[in-house]
Structure formats: structure tokens, C-alpha cells
């Protein structure tokens, strides 16, 4: 059964069956795409109402001003004839639902990101020997895998724009704590490489110095 990382739910990553995860991710998308548009209605009405201010500071000015323009309604509507056949912006509704799609998704698969790399976290220690890997080499490719596409989704709508950089911040404060890690990681392992080269050389049983292993010497005449 697949694990559920929905936020609708809170799963944190219980195992559902394959019915219910489906009906969990449709509810994440629902949420998302009702958070997106009720930004969006929010910024509508708060540009409304600057719109309308300025609408009112020009018609003000142009009872001030009467007699500059015979048109009724001021020069705000002599400015040109187009507003008896106003043009309709082509509608921009299905782009916008396959970029906050598209972010639910990377959405997605960050949690479940995050959530599996949490144990490695815990369980992190110092380099043992000089070229040990990067335990969390691959989270940190698969977070910037994630990063790129944030970065191929593009459009000027508010809704998009807010839900990429909630999400981007999310992504870069965790890339910014594996980053960490790393640089601790190197660090250790460049002190082990510096704590190495002041030892003397070893070599079949006998040190560069002219020091022989007896233990060496024991094992091999047993």
C-alpha cells in the first residue's frame, strides 16, 4: 500500500490504500487550488479598490477643469471610443491549473522528501575514514532536481507566483540544513586526512621511521 504525505490529512506518511491516496492527493489539489484563488480574490478586490480611487481623483479633477472637454464623463472617457467595445483578455484559466498542479506535485514529493530524510538525519555521524561519501548526497540531489522544476514553472498569475515562492522557501530552508551538514561533513573528513598525513607511512610491518611492528613480525612467523 502506498504511504500518504497529504496535508489535508495530516498522514505523514501512513499507509493507505491505493483508493484513499488517490482521494487524499485529490483533496491536496483542491486545497491548493482554493488557497490560489482565494489570493487571488483577495489582491482583485484590493486592486478594485485602488482602480476605483483613482477613477474618483480624475473625475474630481475634471469637474475642477469643466469646459476643457464636451464629452459628458470627463476627458478619463474622451481618451479614446474603445471603452463602448471593451476587449476581453483571453482567459487564462487552464495554464494556471496545470502550473498550481504542477506545484502540488513538487509539493509532494518535498514532503516526502523531507519526511524520509529525516532519519538520516538523526542517525548522521563524522566520517569514519578519508573518502567516506556524503550520507545525504542524494537527498541534496534530489532537492535541487526539485528546484529545477519550481524553476520551469512560469506565469504571471498572482496564484502561481505565491504557491511557487511558499514553496521555494520551504525547499531552500532545507537545502540550506543539508548544505550544513555537508560542510560539517567536509570538514571532518579533512581533519581525519590532516591527522593522517602525521602519521608516519606504514608499510609491511614497518614504518617509514625505521619503527617495526613486532605484532607484524609475530603474525607472520606464527
Not at 541534496?140 to 521555494?168: C, F, H, M, P
Not at 581525519?192 to 608516519?200: D, I, T, Y
Request: glycine residues 4%.
Amino acid at each position: 500500500m502506498p504511504a500518504c504525505f497529504c496535508s489535508s490529512n495530516n498522514c505523514n506518511g501512513k499507509s493507505l490504500s491505493i483508493r484513499t491516496h488517490a482521494k487524499h492527493q485529490r483533496e491536496d489539489k483542491a486545497r491548493l487550488m482554493d488557497e490560489a484563488l482565494a489570493r487571488a480574490q483577495k489582491l482583485c478586490t484590493e486592486q478594485d479598490s485602488v482602480i476605483a480611487a483613482y477613477i474618483g481623483s480624475l473625475t474630481l479633477s475634471d469637474d475642477v477643469n469643466v469646459g476643457q472637454s464636451n464629452i459628458a464623463g470627463g476627458r478619463i472617457w474622451s481618451r479614446s471610443e474603445s471603452f463602448d467595445n471593451p476587449l476581453t483578455a483571453p482567459s487564462s484559466h487552464a495554464p494556471v491549473d496545470q502550473c498550481l498542479e504542477a506545484l502540488c506535485e513538487a509539493e509532494h514529493d518535498l514532503t516526502v522528501l523531507i519526511f524520509n530524510t529525516q532519519p538520516q538525519i538523526a542517525r548522521l555521524n563524522k566520517p569514519i575514514a578519508r573518502g567516506d561519501p556524503f550520507p545525504l548526497k542524494g537527498a541534496l540531489s534530489d532537492a535541487r532536481a526539485i528546484q529545477d522544476r519550481l524553476a520551469s514553472i512560469s506565469s504571471r498569475a498572482t496564484s502561481v507566483r505565491e504557491v511557487k515562492n511558499q514553496i521555494s522557501d520551504r525547499l531552500a530552508s532545507f537545502m540550506t540544513e543539508l548544505k550544513d551538514y555537508h560542510s560539517k561533513w567536509a570538514e571532518a573528513s579533512k581533519g581525519l586526512e590532516a591527522v593522517s598525513k602525521n602519521l608516519p607511512a606504514y608499510n609491511n610491518g614497518e614504518y617509514a621511521l625505521g619503527y617495526k611492528d613486532p605484532s607484524h613480525k609475530l603474525a607472520r612467523s606464527s
